[in-house]
Nanobody, 129 residues
Framework: QVQLVESGGGSVQAGGSLRLSCAASGYTYADYCMAWFRQAPGKEREGVAAIYVRGGSTHYADSVKGRFTISQDNAKNTGYLQMVSLKPEDTAMYYC??????????????????????WGQGTQVTVSS
C-alpha cells in the first residue's frame, strides 16, 4: 500500500519561498512518477510539476517554470517542491501524487490528475500580497 504524506506548507508574503516535502512509503523499487498538484477554491486541480524518480526527468507547468523546482531524494523516499518568488495566485492546497512507472509527457498527460493512483492529504500554501 503506497502512502504519501506532505509537509511544509504555510503562509508567506509575495516574493517569499517555501519547500514542500512528500514522504512516500510502500514502494519496493524507485520506479514511479511523483507529481505535485494544486487546487484553489472554486478551481480545478492542476498539475504543477512532476519527476520520474528513477531517471530524474522533470516536467513543469508554464505558470511555475523558473520559480518552482521539483526534486527527489531516493535514499529518503522523499520528494520536494522548492517554490521561490511566490505570488498570491500560487495560493492553493498542494497535493503530492504518485503512479507507477515514468511520468507521461505526451500531450501533458503528467498534468492529468486521473493518471495518478496515489494521493497525499494535501498541505495549504497561502501567499499574501
Amino acid at each position: 500500500q503506497v502512502q504519501l504524506v506532505e509537509s511544509g506548507g504555510g503562509s508567506v508574503q509575495a516574493g517569499g519561498s517555501l519547500r514542500l516535502s512528500c514522504a512516500a512509503s510502500g514502494y519496493t523499487y524507485a520506479d514511479y512518477c511523483m507529481a505535485w498538484f494544486r487546487q484553489a477554491p472554486g478551481k480545478e486541480r492542476e498539475g504543477v510539476a512532476a519527476i520520474y524518480v528513477r531517471g530524474g526527468s522533470t516536467h513543469y507547468a508554464d505558470s511555475v517554470k523558473g520559480r518552482f523546482t521539483i526534486s527527489q531524494d531516493n535514499a529518503k523516499n522523499t520528494g520536494y517542491l522548492q517554490m521561490v518568488s511566490l505570488k498570491p495566485e500560487d495560493t492553493a492546497m498542494y497535493y503530492c501524487a504518485a503512479d507507477d512507472g515514468p511520468c507521461l509527457p505526451y500531450g501533458g498527460s503528467w498534468m492529468v490528475a486521473s493518471e495518478y493512483n496515489y494521493w497525499g492529504q494535501g498541505t495549504q500554501v497561502t501567499v499574501s500580497s
